[in-house]
């Protein structure tokens, strides 16, 4: 690994573990559930969860699910990721399931996220894991933001930490102080293989439009995306119309 690659990832590694700690997303003793797509976010918070249990006092196991719906036109390199998994001491699993797509009438996008979170839901308690794992980064979470206010009249969106289940588990995101270009910045470096092929409906959705609109909007404003981001932190309540005024 040269140098200057090593200092890049470093640089990431511990700004997740940051994350991490501050927001405490993994303890000791944890069984954390991964949602590996075979997308750069997901393999770069994979291997990130798996790296740190090297240099912490502390131990946690890490078990990666991958979910492939038939009918879905993309797809994962599925050896790549097996192996991906077993460098890294990982527990890797592939489910495939067969599910009703409506006949094209339902919105894909919808009802392949529902239908995905609901099978790591069911692993999460047929393992007895406490923690599930999501590679959502800064930039989705802008884009949730925008895509709650614009189509839901919703002030929402991706929190660090969620209880689920009356507490059974919770959600986490390690990922969600790094910016998309840094998560693909760190794959590139560390030579990791995406899916072969991608989403269809990928640039076609709402999300998509709203994407686009956030980044004319950096290109403006240099360091829109953050600020908006940590914006949603400092909230200032009481000068703002709500329901009850």
Known sequence: MKESNNKFTEKIL?????????????????????G???????????????RRRRFLPVSYDVIAVHVKLEGVKYSSDIGYLENFCAGRNVKFILHTEAIDWGGGTKNPCFYCSFNRRR??????????CNRLALGH?????????????????????LPYKLSMFGGEFDIIRPLLEIREAQAAEYARWMNFS????????????NRYKVKKMIEDNEKRYPGFTEK??????????????????
């Open 194 to 205: 995406e899916q072969r092929v991608r989403c269809p409906h990928e640039n076609q959705s």
């Open 119 to 128: 099978i790591l839901f069911q692993y999460m308690k047929h393992l007895g």
């Open 36 to 50: 590996l797509s075979g997308g750069k976010d997901s393999l770069v918070m994979t291997d990130i969860l798996a």
């Open 14 to 34: 511990k700004k997740v573990g940051r994350t991490i700690n501050k927001h405490s997303l993994v303890a000791g003793d944890d069984c954390v559930l991964v």
């Open 137 to 157: 980064n800064m930039d989705d979470a802008v884009e949730t933001f925008f895509m709650n206010m614009l189509f839901r009249s919703r002030f929402s969106s």
């Open 228 to 245: 908006v981001f940590y914006s949603m932190g400092t909230v200032d309540w009481e000068y703002l119309p709500s329901k009850k005024d």
